[in-house]
């Protein structure tokens, strides 16, 4: 991924990694490294920005974990473009002294892929919005720290291991040194195996190198960081398809009534503004499902002719449901809030 700050003015994004683990073969270390396990609940005094330094048990390298604090600057990400002087900044630490080039030779273990947005208004009335509007079964949704942040999992089970976490989050109020730009909204996606890299990445096998790593195939960060995708983009659309799949129909609707002031029940209200027979009766299984896409299923699935599966089966009722939901919460007029984070998003696929 290239990092870059852009900016305009009609947009303003940040791309690139927030946490960062490397693997760095032993031949890059100029002398032995100064080892240490970080503490994430009970810290220990080291550098800002050094999180660990570990031998790494299948290999005769390193893992060394990092964020992007080792700048210095809140609104800088790692990148193709500072990876060089990241390595100059880890040697002044003292706790490593290796190569210059040495980003030549690391491979990626695990990463945060992060878009930094500077947006219109406060993020604050954007995570208000997503959080009202998202209808979808596929990925699972967790609201943390007082409604600062929306996390997103995706997982195929109950018991099976979390596929996919998206985070999004209010990085001004992270911010307790009042250093990044006002009104950051921050999108993070958690890569965290060489699966998962590749996949979201589009690197294929021959990106990796096996050499004396037995099965492992690790990846070059030099390919993470050269890679032309935007993995945050894509799986934000996914999460937020049904979001913006009726937005005309959404935008169509929200000038007709205003929920603040009608004295009729809102959902008599909302059946109004439906001018579909199918809209009306895929609306009425909702309000009998009490407005939850788990109960729906459980009503139709008796009667269903085929088995396509729960995310294929509520899809149609999905922006139905995001239609209600933002005619409820009254925030029809700010729905052009939500284009501006898909176009900004959209935009930080960066050509060098």
């Given at each position: 991924?290239?990092?870059?700050?852009?900016?305009?003015?009609?947009?303003?994004?940040?791309?690139?990694?927030?946490?960062?683990?490397?693997?760095i073969p032993k031949a890059c270390f100029m002398s032995e490294p100064t080892t240490?396990?970080?503490?994430?609940?009970?810290?220990?005094?080291?550098?800002?920005?050094?999180?660990?330094?570990?031998?790494?048990?299948?290999?005769?390298?390193?893992?060394i974990e990092i964020d992007s604090r080792i700048l210095g600057v809140s609104n800088?990400?790692?990148?193709?473009?500072?990876?060089?002087?990241?390595?100059?900044?880890?040697?002044?630490?003292?706790?490593?002294?290796?190569?210059?080039?040495?980003?030549?030779?690391?491979?990626?273990?695990?990463?945060?892929?992060?878009?930094?947005?500077?947006?219109?208004?406060?993020?604050?009335?954007?995570?208000?919005?997503?959080?009202?509007?998202?209808?979808?079964?596929?990925?699972?949704?967790?609201?943390?720290?007082?409604?600062?942040?929306?996390?997103?999992?995706?997982?195929?089970?109950?018991?099976?291991?979390?596929?996919?976490?998206?985070?999004?989050?209010?990085?001004?109020?992270?911010?307790?040194?009042?250093?990044?730009?006002?009104?950051?909204?921050?999108?993070?996606?958690?890569?965290?195996?060489?699966?998962?890299?590749?996949?979201?990445?589009?690197?294929?096998?021959?990106?990796?190198?096996?050499?004396?790593?037995?099965?492992?195939?690790?990846?070059?960060?030099?390919?993470?960081?050269?890679?032309?995708?935007?993995?945050?983009?894509?799986?934000?659309?996914?999460?937020?398809?049904?979001?913006?799949?009726?937005?005309?129909?959404?935008?169509?609707?929200?000038?007709?009534?205003?929920?603040?002031?009608?004295?009729?029940?809102?959902?008599?209200?909302?059946?109004?503004?439906?001018?579909?027979?199918?809209?009306?009766?895929?609306?009425?299984?909702?309000?009998?499902?009490?407005?939850?896409?788990?109960?729906?299923?459980?009503?139709?699935?008796?009667?269903?002719?085929?088995?396509?599966?729960?995310?294929?089966?509520?899809?149609?009722?999905?922006?139905?449901?995001?239609?209600?939901?933002?005619?409820?919460?009254?925030?029809?007029?700010?729905?052009?809030?939500?284009?501006?984070?898909?176009?900004?998003?959209?935009?930080?696929?960066?050509?060098?």
């Amino acid at each position: 991924m290239n990092n870059q700050t852009h900016s305009s003015s009609s947009l303003e994004f940040n791309i690139g990694i927030d946490t960062l683990k490397i693997l760095i073969p032993k031949a890059c270390f100029m002398s032995e490294p100064t080892t240490f396990r970080g503490q994430y609940f009970a810290p220990v005094e080291h550098p800002e920005g050094l999180i660990s330094i570990l031998s790494d048990r299948t290999s005769t390298g390193y893992n060394i974990e990092i964020d992007s604090r080792i700048l210095g600057v809140s609104n800088h990400l790692i990148s193709k473009m500072n990876i060089a002087y990241v390595i100059q900044l880890l040697n002044r630490t003292g706790y490593v002294d290796l190569i210059p080039d040495a980003y030549n030779y690391a491979f990626v273990q695990s990463g945060d892929f992060t878009i930094d947005i500077i947006t219109e208004e406060s993020p604050e009335v954007y995570l208000k919005l997503i959080r009202a509007m998202y209808t979808g079964v596929k990925y699972r949704k967790e609201e943390h720290s007082r409604n600062q942040n929306i996390t997103f999992y995706y997982c195929r089970g109950k018991s099976t291991p979390k596929n996919v976490h998206f985070k999004i989050y209010d990085k001004t109020a992270k911010d307790k040194r009042n250093i990044v730009l006002k009104n950051t909204l921050r999108f993070e996606l958690r890569l965290n195996s060489y699966k998962k890299i590749r996949t979201h990445l589009m690197l294929s096998e021959n990106n990796a190198v096996s050499q004396d790593y037995g099965l492992r195939k690790p990846i070059p960060l030099m390919s993470v960081l050269n890679s032309k995708e935007n993995p945050v983009f894509n799986i934000y659309k996914d999460i937020t398809q049904s979001i913006y799949q009726y937005a005309n129909t959404i935008t169509a609707t929200s000038g007709v009534y205003s929920p603040a002031t009608v004295t009729v029940s809102k959902p008599v209200v909302f059946r109004a503004t439906l001018t579909s027979r199918k809209e009306l009766e895929r609306y009425s299984l909702l309000k009998e499902a009490e407005y939850d896409l788990d109960n729906l299923y459980s009503i139709i699935k008796p009667v269903l002719k085929s088995k396509p599966g729960k995310p294929a089966t509520v899809k149609p009722y999905g922006s139905i449901l995001a239609s209600y939901q933002l005619f409820r919460a009254g925030l029809q007029p700010q729905y052009s809030m939500l284009m501006e984070l898909y176009e900004k998003l959209q935009n930080g696929i960066l050509k060098t």
